[in-house]
C-alpha cells in the first residue's frame, strides 16, 4: 500500500539534501487506519525530503491510489476548511456546542471524538483575531486544560473565550484567502485592468473570488481532474463560470491557493498551466522547523523553488513574496511567457 517515489517530482533529480519527518494530525490518524499500520509508523514511513537540485520537499515514500480514494471518498468525504468556509461554524453558538460534547465525551471515555472536537475547538480558537493579553492568557490556560481533559476548568475558560468570537482572523480557515491587502498585492505585481479574465484551480472556496468580482474581472473556476484532492463544494457565485482545464481558454491570472502540494506530477502540473495563463499565483505550505510536514500534503516549494521555476521555466516572481500575515504562508506572483 506503500509506495516509493524514485525522483523529485519536479526537476527529476534524484539527488536529496535532507530528511524530513511528518507531525501528527487527523491524516496521519485516517492513514493509519485505512492501511492497518500504527500512526507512529506512518508518520516515521512517508517521511518527506528535499530535493538537492530544485529544493521542491516531496514524500519519498507515499501512500497508493487506491489508499488515498478510500481517504478522499470514505474518511474525508468533503474538504474540511471548505466546510469551514462555507458554514456558519465560527460563531459562539458553536463553539459553546463544542464545549458541551467535548465535555460529555470526555465523561464517557471516547477517546477518538474527544480528540476530534478538541481540533474543531482548536480552530474557532487560533482564528479569534484579537492582541487581548487577558484573552491570550486564558487561551494559553485552556489549552493546558483541553490537554489535560480538565471539565470543570474548561467550561469555565472556555466562556470567558466567547466575548472575543467575533470575525474570523484573515487567511483563517474560516476567512479564506480573499482580503483586501492581498488583493492589492496581487493587482500592483500584475497592473491587470478590469475585465481580465481570472482562474481558480483547487478548492472553490477559499480564494479570491469576491475581490476579483468586485474589482470587475470575468471569473472562471477550473476543474482539474486530481485523485489526491477533496471533494469541495461548489456555492460559487451565478457569475463565476466553471470550465475544464481542457477546454483551451486561457486567462490574465491563475491562482492556484493549497492545491500545489496535492499535486503528484508536478513537473506536467506546471507545464499544463503555463500553456493556459499570463500570470500564476502560488500559495503553498512551506516547512518550517517548527511545524515539519503534513502527512495529506504530497510535496510543497521552497523559496530557492521558485528560482529553478524561473531558470527552466521562465516564470519569473512579480515582485517580492507576498507573507500572509503571521502564518509561515507566501503568496508568490509568477509572470509566464503566454
Ligand atoms: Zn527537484
Redesign the pocket.
Known amino acids: 500500500m506503500l509506495i516509493t517515489i524514485k525522483n ?1 517530482p ?4 534524484v539527488g536529496i539534501k535532507k530528511i524530513i519527518y511528518n507531525q501528527k494530525n487527523v491524516y496521519s490518524h485516517l492513514i493509519g487506519k485505512i492501511l492497518g499500520i500504527e500512526e507512529s509508523t506512518i508518520l516515521r514511513k512517508l517521511y518527506n525530503v528535499e ?1 538537492s ?4 520537499i516531496y514524500k519519498k515514500r507515499w501512500i497508493n491510489i487506491k489508499a488515498n480514494k478510500l481517504l478522499y471518498n470514505k474518511y474525508m468525504p468533503i474538504h474540511p476548511a471548505c466546510i469551514n468556509k462555507n458554514s456558519k461554524k465560527f460563531s459562539k453558538k458553536e463553539f459553546l456546542n463544542l464545549l458541551k460534547k467535548l465535555m460529555y465525551n470526555i465523561k464517557n471515555l471516547n477517546v477518538e471524538n474527544r480528540d476530534k472536537i478538541k481540533r474543531e475547538i482548536k480552530k474557532i480558537l487560533n482564528a479569534i483575531d484579537t492582541k487581548s493579553n487577558f484573552f491570550l492568557k486564558t487561551k494559553k490556560r485552556f489549552l493546558y486544560q483541553l490537554e489535560k481533559n480538565k471539565i470543570k476548568e474548561i467550561d469555565t475558560d472556555g466562556k470567558k473565550i466567547l466575548k472575543f468570537i467575533k470575525n474570523p482572523k484573515n487567511y483563517s480557515q474560516f476567512a479564506g484567502y480573499g482580503n483586501k491587502e492581498i488583493w492589492n498585492y496581487l493587482i500592483k505585481s500584475t497592473n491587470l485592468k478590469k475585465n481580465s479574465n481570472y482562474a481558480e484551480l483547487g478548492c472553490p472556496s477559499w480564494g479570491m473570488f469576491e475581490q476579483s468580482k468586485k474589482y470587475g474581472f470575468k471569473n472562471y473556476f477550473i476543474k482539474y481532474e486530481n485523485s489526491y484532492f477533496f471533494n469541495c463544494i461548489y456555492k460559487l457565485n451565478k457569475k463565476i463560470k466553471i470550465e475544464k482545464f481542457s477546454s483551451g481558454k486561457t486567462y490574465d491570472f491563475l491562482g492556484i491557493y493549497n492545491y500545489i502540494d496535492h499535486i503528484v506530477d508536478t513537473q506536467k502540473f506546471i507545464k499544463n498551466i503555463k500553456k493556459i495563463s499570463k500570470f500564476i499565483g502560488i500559495i503553498t505550505t512551506p516547512y518550517s522547523s517548527s511545524h515539519k510536514i503534513d502527512c495529506q500534503h504530497f510535496m510543497s516549494f521552497q523559496k530557492k523553488t521558485f528560482s ?1 521555476l524561473k531558470k527552466e521555466y521562465n516564470l519569473t516572481l512579480c515582485n517580492r513574496p507576498f507573507k500572509l500575515d503571521k502564518t509561515n504562508n507566501y503568496f508568490y506572483i509568477l509572470k509566464n511567457d503566454i
Open positions: 523529485c519536479l526537476c527529476k533529480s530535493c537540485k530544485c529544493s521542491t529553478y
